[in-house]
């Protein structure tokens, strides 16, 4: 069982996180604390599985059978509460290209597509790629706290919007969103006839006292406009490994996106992304529940010192292993924010505007590390600015 306080070394593993510092930061000794993966092993059992697997020794075409999805229906009701069916799932190698996928089958060009913003940068991606129009619903942020307006939300969707492509958790603000709120979210979609796109990537990754609720699951009308993508990638550190999954009730919707599939010549999942699938689920979940009270650590540490010894806020955050910081309070630009972080602390961050406008004066912090390395982390910002 990994315990979570051992530092790997992981350069020269070709991790994008790791081995790209020089590349993105400009200096080998940047402390890397941006893309969301995690710096902790996987689960003792899906490495084992995998081992077990190669020992085989032939990698030909795999098919995700019953067992597979079997894993996923009981994973999501263990966890999730929602009771789907094995035909309502669809294969993908990640969630970014289901997210492709459903914009160009169940949407036209010039379809107006709304997203709650600051937001996970490939939904803007996503939009602009196939000449759709990108419609912002910002977040509001009161006392450090982000909340839909769901007046602005109504205004939006009255206006002529194709589908809504919903965070939930949200990155990179780290809410989780209510039942009421998304009871709300909800009604309204059915009122405005929207089709909803919920990206549930961080679904496992709520903290402790919050709970994940799938929009889907709030009842069979809403399954039937939803397209909802999970994966046990965030959840379990397999990002690598390329499998992801999405759900919906709705055959007609299913049918097209697995013709967009097809037609993009995707055609199933790779050997070991589905062989690590089905063992997280099935034998992940006391891992699981040891990550998310490791991760809810990490937050209150970083709160507790950021807050403490620097004019930043971390925003109150419920889920996910992303922090968002507000640092207004150095009064920088942009880009002399990030040449703060990179430069003077020597930290990897994400600069909050890659995630929209509202993300100007932010920075994104991936806390999903060994507390040493998260301390370490922390300790360059208080002394950085300690320096200034
Ligand atoms: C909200 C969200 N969706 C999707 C992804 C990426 O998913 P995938 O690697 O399966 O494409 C991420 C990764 O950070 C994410 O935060």
Redesign the pocket.
């Given at each position: 069982m990994e315990n979570f306080e051992t530092v790997h070394n992981r350069k020269n593993t070709r991790s994008v996180k790791w081995d790209m510092v020089r590349e993105l930061f400009h200096s080998e000794d940047v402390l890397p604390m941006w893309?969301?993966d995690m710096d902790f092993k996987a689960p003792d059992a899906v490495n084992q599985a995998i081992i077990e697997r190669a020992k085989h020794g032939i990698y030909g075409y795999t098919i995700a059978d019953n067992s597979v999805k079997n894993s996923i229906v009981s994973w999501i009701s263990r966890r999730h509460q929602w009771t789907i069916q094995s035909e309502w799932i669809s294969f993908?190698?990640?969630?970014?290209?289901?997210?492709h996928m459903a914009i160009q089958s169940l949407t036209e060009p010039n379809d107006s597509i709304l997203i709650q913003t600051p937001v996970?940068t490939?939904?803007y991606h996503v939009i602009k790629a196939h000449n759709r129009k990108i419609v912002k619903s910002p977040l509001i942020r009161e006392n450090n706290y982000y909340q839909i307006d769901f007046q602005d939300f109504e205004e939006k969707l009255k206006n002529g919007v194709k589908a809504f492509i919903l965070?939930n958790p949200h990155?990179p603000i780290g809410r989780v969103w209510t039942k009421e709120e998304l009871t709300k979210i909800a009604e309204l979609c059915k009122q405005y006839n929207v089709l909803i796109i919920s990206?549930e990537?961080?679904c496992d990754l709520t903290y402790p006292d919050h709970n994940h609720i799938s929009i889907a699951s709030l009842s069979e009308e809403i399954a039937d406009r939803t397209i909802t993508?999970m994966?046990p990638?965030?959840t379990f550190n397999l990002?690598g490994l390329?499998a992801?999954y999405a759900i919906t009730s709705n055959t007609i919707m299913r049918k097209k996106l697995e013709r967009q599939f097809l037609n993009q010549g995707f055609h199933g999942l790779n050997t070991m992304g589905t062989t690590a699938l089905e063992a997280a689920y099935h034998h992940g979940e006391a891992w699981l529940d040891g990550l998310r009270e490791i991760l809810k650590g990490h937050y209150d540490y970083v709160k507790e010192e950021i807050e403490k010894h620097t004019p930043f806020q971390v925003t109150i955050t419920e889920g996910?292993y992303?922090v968002w910081i507000d640092c207004s309070a150095l009064g920088l630009d942009s880009k002399a924010l990030r040449k703060f972080f990179n430069v003077e602390a020597k930290v990897g961050l994400n600069a909050g505007v890659e995630y929209g406008e509202e993300g100007d004066q932010f920075m994104r912090m991936n806390i999903a590390c060994p507390r040493a390395i998260l301390e370490e982390g922390v300790n360059r910002i208080i002394d950085a600015l300690q320096n200034r």
């Open positions: 893309v969301a993908s190698p990640g969630v970014v290209t289901t997210l996970y490939p939904f965070c990155n990206d990537i961080h993508c994966a990638s965030k990002a390329q992801s996910t992303l």
